[in-house]
């Protein structure tokens, strides 16, 4: 092996000078174990972005290989959290402190939580996407989560127009006879009681907040718990026909357009006092139409997410 190898990095001048906003990695595939706020770390296989500024103007490149051993030590010897996240940046910025002012790191994954269906208490696992991000700028660091919940939305629309076909054969059934409760109950437990059926589809909630600067447990439970716990929707995982009728009670008593499913979220985050700011975007990926029907929403501050 030679005794020295040239550094071009370090020795070349770039032919076009001019700083860059930021140069770095994406794809990085790396195991991490992310706390948890309720119990144990769960190990996750992430997709990792880093990236530093480049300031000097004429220097050729970055050191890359400085982020991406700065990226394993912390997955060997350290969980994900905020405080590690902190150490993380400051520790890009420092082994370019000749170069770079501020550092950004992602980290994207798969959450599994186990959830229990709504009546039989059987369990199954359900994963949810969620992202990890952080800014260093100068002697701050912006955090932020990003978590995506899926469920199910039933349109009001369709609701009041089914509504309207069943009413209809109703009355065509038993405008000439005398109504019994025994006779309309049968008819109700038929498909010709049951004419028409509202529309439903899976939904997505894909929702983006920043966390105060001290945060160390990510709160990603948390923020799923709380989403799901507003749209009162969520798809299931494991399911007796016991769930599935509840599933089917659920969606007929909660009625949404996306454009209500993006307030109660709003409505809610806006109670959410650990929340410096939020961004919100809803997808019903509709059965009626080939397309999709969106909202999207923040909080409105000044300097903050933009819709």
């Known amino acids: 092996m030679p005794t020295s190898m ?15 906003d930021w140069v770095g990695m994406s794809n ?37 290989s ?30 370019h402190s000749d170069l770079s002012s501020q550092a950004r790191v992602s980290f994207s994954f798969e959450y599994l939580l186990r959830r229990k ?14 992202t990890i991000s952080a800014v260093r700028n100068g002697d701050k660091t912006e ?39 025994e006779d309309a109950l049968a008819w109700l437990g038929t498909t010709d009681g049951i004419v028409a059926t509202p529309h439903s589809q899976r939904s997505l909630a ?22 799901e716990a507003v749209l009162k929707t969520p798809v299931q995982a494991a399911v007796k026909r016991e769930d599935e009728q509840e599933f089917a009670r659920l969606n007929g008593q909660n009625l949404m357009f996306c454009e209500d499913a993006a307030r109660l979220l709003q409505y809610d985050l806006n109670k959410n ?3 410096l700011d939020f961004w919100i975007r809803v997808n019903h990926y509709e059965s009626l139409h080939a397309h999709d029907a969106v909202s999207v929403t923040t909080k409105g501050i000044s300097g903050g997410y933009r819709a």
């Open 6 to 20: 040239p550094d071009i990095a370090n020795q070349a001048e770039a032919h076009i000078e001019g700083a860059l």
């Open 28 to 64: 990085i595939e790396m195991p991490f174990m992310v706390a948890s706020e309720t119990g144990l770390p769960q190990q996750v296989g992430t997709r990792v972005e880093a990236f530093v500024s480049l300031d000097d103007a004429k220097a050729k490149g970055i050191h890359m």
């Open 66 to 95: 400085r982020l991406y051993l700065a990226i394993d030590e912390l997955a060997n010897d350290d969980v994900l959290s905020g405080s590690s996240i902190r150490a993380l940046l400051n520790r890009f910025i420092e082994t």
């Open 117 to 130: 269906s709504l009546i039989s208490g059987k369990q199954g696992w359900k994963g949810y996407p969620v």
């Open 143 to 181: 955090l932020e989560l990003q978590v995506g919940v899926t469920y199910s939305s039933t349109c009001p629309c369709s609701a009041a127009l089914a509504r309207q076909l069943i009413q209809e054969a109703f009355k065509k059934r038993f405008s000439d006879n005398e109504l019994s409760m």
């Open 206 to 227: 894909d929702v983006k907040v920043k966390l105060t600067e001290s945060t160390d447990i990510l709160p990603i439970v948390a923020l799923i718990d709380r989403i």
């Open 273 to 275: 006092s650990a929340v």
